[in-house]
């Protein structure tokens, strides 16, 4: 079983390797063109071996989904392909209850599904990595590329793995958003949350990630530690420290079920 974990900066690379190295302490570093992948080898209690690397990508979609095409494409090449491409790192949370929740629905708007509200250091696991921007502004407000027809604008982790990490994590499940320009303000946040009810966090590069991996038909995850609120940017307010700290609890929790989701007799994902 082989895993590739993509965050945006080394300090994200190096809260997911505290937390698996605590199973597994030796780590090797291999180059990679733009970049630099460590290696893990943590024993799982149970099923084939595991190797994780982690590569620090760079920030944004586009950073994101280079690095990670660089690594699955490398991998491919030498005959050992990834089984899991996971987004990790820090994001905003949307950690208040969404406006929608407070209005009355009625027969012809039902209240949509929503994930419950991100408090600053939890866990967000995504149910949908959604590209929040991607798109055209139009008289009538934002348009996504698919209501343009081009291409996509959400993947989909695969739901048993998503249940698992949540249980493991006691962690939020719900829509991750991936943006170019993160939310500054109440207006933007409120506008993210009518177009996609069911967020929970935002960020930068999940949907880079998981656009490369489907395209070598790689299952991907993402998994976010809520540093801020989505909002306007109050740097007093921040946790960063705290999130990160969070990351490598989730990793080493996490590190055993990444090793034992693999493909069942069926050939259908568990």
Do not use: C, K
């Not at 209501?147 to 939020?172: K, M, N, Q, S, Y």
């Amino acid at each position: 079983m082989r895993v590739l974990i993509v965050t945006a900066v080394p300090a994200e690379r190096d809260a997911v390797v505290r937390g698996i190295g605590a199973t597994a302490p030796e780590v090797a570093e291999l180059p990679l063109p733009g970049g630099m992948i460590h290696r893990l080898s943590p024993v799982p209690p149970a099923g084939p071996p595991l190797t994780v690397d982690v590569l620090a990508a760079g920030v944004g979609p586009a950073a994101a989904a280079a690095g990670t095409a660089a690594a699955l494409t490398a991998a491919a090449v030498a005959r050992t392909p990834y089984d899991l491409a996971v987004s990790a790192g820090i994001g905003g949370g949307f950690t208040t209850a969404h406006p929608s929740a407070t209005a009355r629905p009625t027969a012809e708007r039902p209240a949509p599904a929503q994930s419950a509200p991100a408090r600053l250091g939890s866990i967000v696991v995504a149910d949908a990595i959604v590209a929040a921007d991607l798109g055209a502004e139009t008289p009538d407000g934002f348009t996504a590329v698919t209501d343009l027809g081009f291409g996509t604008v959400e993947h989909l982790p695969p739901a048993p793995l998503v249940a698992a990490v949540a249980e493991a994590t006691d962690a939020v499940r719900g829509t991750v958003l991936t943006v170019s320009t993160v939310t500054g303000s109440v207006e933007r946040a409120a506008e993210l949350l009518r177009r996609h009810p069911r967020a929970a966090a935002e960020a930068m590069e999940g949907f880079g990630v998981a656009e490369a991996a489907a395209a070598q038909s790689v299952p991907a995850l993402e998994v976010r530690a809520i540093s801020n609120a989505v909002g306007p940017r109050d740097r007093a307010a921040w946790r960063i420290g705290e999130a990160l700290e969070a990351l490598t609890s989730t990793f080493g929790t996490i590190a055993p079920l990444l090793g034992t989701w693999t493909l069942d007799p069926e050939g259908t994902r568990q």
